[in-house]
């Protein structure tokens, strides 16, 4: 596959700041120690239009990132990392979380995404101009070249770690696109749901109400089982390289770490600034991407241009196809896209900061004080990290939802047959602004 990959690298980006982007962390590589600076990992912005416009389709193309084994090269796609950058002004570039004016409502951050989504050159040209110009509130805190840089950091890191497992033409993460079909096969939808429920389980994402989709022994997972039979050697692919990618993702975990660790000995406020803009580009990527693959899913399989978290229960209760439609969300080999993104978070926060010990959250300052001593900001920004990191955790919920619903399909359908008709099946989502609430009001902010 690696013979001649080389001629993509007339291909790299010539925007500056991606170039700034790329070199940085170039640079971050090298200075990761001796066991990785000696792999001599290259790294590469592709702008995939040109090489298709040059030579026709590339046989390395990627969505987002890939690594190859034998040149030692990550290619990331430009629009991957121009549309994490839109990302990143649209929903990292304010005092606070709670400050975002996208989080207002499902359908205000739905048709901002979409826009992203639509055209994310023009969408970075102008945030650049406006973040430039000071048009916006001068935040000296947020810049979003250095968010970009330790998000996509933690991609490269990602891939590294597959490069270290020693395989080849890996992917950062699989995402629902408009070329995708929706799924309609039963026992592919509840094997892979089943997959996803038994993860968000083990990190404590689980649903009380119904512990019978855990429960190994339950006539949900003998069903799932039956299924996962069927399926044979296709299905254990799949949960070969689910565990490859789970991996990986603790190799990038790693390799953040260390990367903050060694910024803080240097230099322990410009070191937290670090971890802050790392857990911004995390909280974002994670955002983004759902909110994305969600815009995608709701168009094709209702045709609406996007929903809000009530519309979303309406639409599911209708049948019960809708819930194998859902596993088009779920990655066959990653693992869910926000649950990523909180387990990083997670990770960072445990192993950099003393997060757990003295993190007390404050309110937005839109209208009031900002903190103005060293330590204050600290406080402040660990303050931020926690909002982010709850505001995640409750999106979640969807997810979980779907996955758990999703993985007792092919029971529940039995049972609809033996009864002659279905039980109504009612499910309630809950919308980022009940989130933002919930958060506001168990912590007092
Ligand atoms: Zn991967």
Known sequence: ?????????????????????????????????????????????????????????????????????????????????????AAIHALSISESVFDIPYFRNDDYLASCISEIADDPKRYVDRARHLFDTRYIRDISEDDPAAILTLTVFYFVAHEIGHLADECDGRNFGTFFSENNVLEQRIEHA?????????????????????AKTEDGRSSIRKKEREFKKGLGVAE????????????????????????IREALKKDPFDGNLLQYH?????????????????????????GIHNTNSAMLGLIMMQDREK????ASL??????????????AIGEVLKETTDYFAKVKIWGSTFFGRYPETENDIIDWR???????NFLLSMIMDTAVKMAYVGCSTGWIKEQDAKRGIPQLLSVQFESIDQAIRRIKKLTNS
């Open 236 to 259: 254990a692919n799949n949960q070969k390289w689910f565990k490859d990618e789970v991996r990986a993702d603790k190799t990038a975990d790693k390799i953040l770490i260390y990367h």
């Open 330 to 343: 779920f990655g066959e080999r990653h693992r869910f896209i926000l649950l990523r993104s909180v387990l």
């Open 1 to 85: 596959m690696n013979e001649d990959s080389g001629y993509l690298l007339q291909f790299e980006t010539t925007d500056p700041v991606l170039i700034r982007v790329k070199d940085n962390i170039l640079e971050m590589i090298r200075d990761l120690g001796a066991e990785i600076a000696t792999m001599g990992i290259r790294f590469c912005i592709v702008d995939f239009d040109e090489v298709k416009k040059a030579t026709g389709a590339s046989p390395f193309y990627t969505d987002n990132m890939v690594s190859l084994l034998q040149e030692r090269l990550i290619i990331a796609n430009v629009r991957f990392i121009t549309e994490l950058e």
């Open 323 to 326: 819930y194998i439609n859902a």
């Open 382 to 388: 660990l303050s931020e990290m926690a909002k982010m």
């Open 190 to 210: 509840v094997v892979k749901m089943c997959t996803h429920a038994d993860e968000f389980k083990k990190y404590g994402f689980d649903l009380p109400g119904l």
């Open 278 to 302: 790392l857990v911004k580009g995390l909280f974002t990527a994670g955002i983004y991407f759902w909110y994305k693959d969600q815009n995608t899913f709701y168009r094709k399989f209702d």
